[in-house]
């Protein structure tokens, strides 16, 4: 089962101006973190937060994490043609020891930037 | 460095047949993860294995299998395909410590069964 939701499902912008993409989670979690996936290939990490950090920056990249209301939100500014992909959430809920780091993910979203 | 690499890229197999499905972690990472994307979805959670013990196992059959080698190299088999199978399979490395390490993603083998 999926243990985000991204919101929203699909975002159509401009190029340069600025994407936001929110995430909400179920239980509690130990971080979370943001990957891009162009055209059903592999995943690329964009970012860790961890639970106990509010906030996090990343070259062109924001992530804001407030674990009270369980969501983030990733924002991207100066958005490129290149930044058209899916975006997704994961968190890491497990318990810390060796190797457990079982990620539950969202269900995406679809960003496109119009040239 | 290299990142992490799966083989093969494509694979189409017919319903009932087996697969194999290959994952190289990034070197000096000891812990491999394999999840299942269907179409429109999210990747979901199959295996981890670390330090060749499986230490995770998601709501899947019991026709998913999975082993870590020597090397920390992975297979993910897949027993008596059904149409529901066909899917993009993703496999991730990490170093594997108590810390929620970064996982880092191949990029796939997407599977076809017909």
């Known amino acids: 089962s999926q243990q985000g939701e991204e919101d929203p499902q699909a975002l159509s912008i401009q190029e340069g101006e600025n994407a936001t993409m929110n995430c909400s989670y179920k239980t509690s979690i130990n971080n979370l973190q943001w990957y891009r996936q162009n055209s059903g290939r592999g995943l690329v990490h964009l970012i860790l937060?961890?639970?106990?950090?509010r906030e996090k920056h990343s070259g062109r990249l924001r992530v804001t994490l407030d674990t009270s209301k369980k969501s983030s939100s990733l924002l991207i500014t100066a958005s490129r043609a290149a930044d058209t992909a899916s975006y997704f959430c994961a968190t890491d809920a497990g318990f810390y020891s060796f190797g457990n780091e079982k990620l539950t993910f969202g269900t995406g979203t679809r960003l496109t930037i119009i040239p | 460095d290299a990142g992490v690499t799966q083989s093969p890229t494509h694979l189409i197999k017919t319903r009932g047949q087996h697969v194999t499905l290959r994952c190289s972690p990034i070197s000096g990472h000891k812990s491999v993860s394999w999840y299942q994307q269907v179409l429109g979805q999210g990747p979901q959670f199959i295996f981890q294995y670390y330090e060749k013990e499986e230490r995770g196992r998601g709501n899947f059959p019991d026709r998913f299998s999975a082993r870590q080698f020597p090397n920390y190299s992975s297979e993910l088999n897949v027993n008596a395909l059904l149409l529901g199978d066909s899917a993009l399979y993703l496999c991730?490395?990490?170093?594997?410590?108590?810390?929620?390490?970064?996982?880092?993603f191949g990029p796939g083998t997407r599977l076809t069964v017909l």
């Open positions: 937060i961890r639970s106990n950090e």
């Open positions: 991730a490395s990490s170093l594997g410590g108590l810390k929620g390490d970064t996982q880092y």
